[in-house]
Nanobody, 127 residues
Framework: LQVVESGGGLVQPGGSLRLSCEAS????????VGWFRQAPGKEHEGVSC????????YYADSVKGRFTISIDNAKNTVYLHMNSLSPEDTAVYYC?????????????????????WGQGTQVTVSS
């Protein structure tokens, strides 16, 4: 039972990437799923979270208007569409899933105690 991230890479400033988080061995039904990131010298932070049952979403202020989170329940996959990327978005991006009731709480708490954490995927924004 795990979540697996993919889709990271090197992109130029202003570019776009789509990250994927796939559940393996379980389904995202009634889970909240979130994307978090850890940049060198910075704190681990919640980027965006989504509730699988009703589609409720939360975005950190730093990514509002640029990132979009979505879920494909048929594919058991959560996506993070990232546009207008800047070097400040460079980080390892992690996916997590938990039965937490509030997507806002999930992203703001960014707890390492969530049910599932992936291994992370590197996103580098550089010219």
């Amino acid at each position: 039972l795990q979540v697996v991230e993919s889709g990271g890479g090197l992109v130029q400033p202003g570019g776009s990437l789509r990250l994927s988080c796939e559940a393996s061995g379980f389904t995202f039904d009634r889970y909240a799923v979130g994307w978090f990131r850890q940049a060198p010298g910075k704190e681990h932070e919640g980027v965006s979270c989504i509730e699988s049952s009703d589609g409720d979403t939360y975005y950190a202020d730093s990514v509002k208007g640029r990132f979009t989170i979505s879920i494909d329940n048929a594919k058991n996959t959560v996506y993070l569409h990232m546009n207008s990327l800047s070097p400040e978005d460079t980080a390892v991006y992690y996916c997590a899933a938990d039965h937490i009731a509030s997507v806002q709480a999930m992203c703001r708490q960014a707890s390492f105690l969530y049910d599932y954490w992936g291994q992370g995927t590197q996103v580098t924004v550089s010219s």
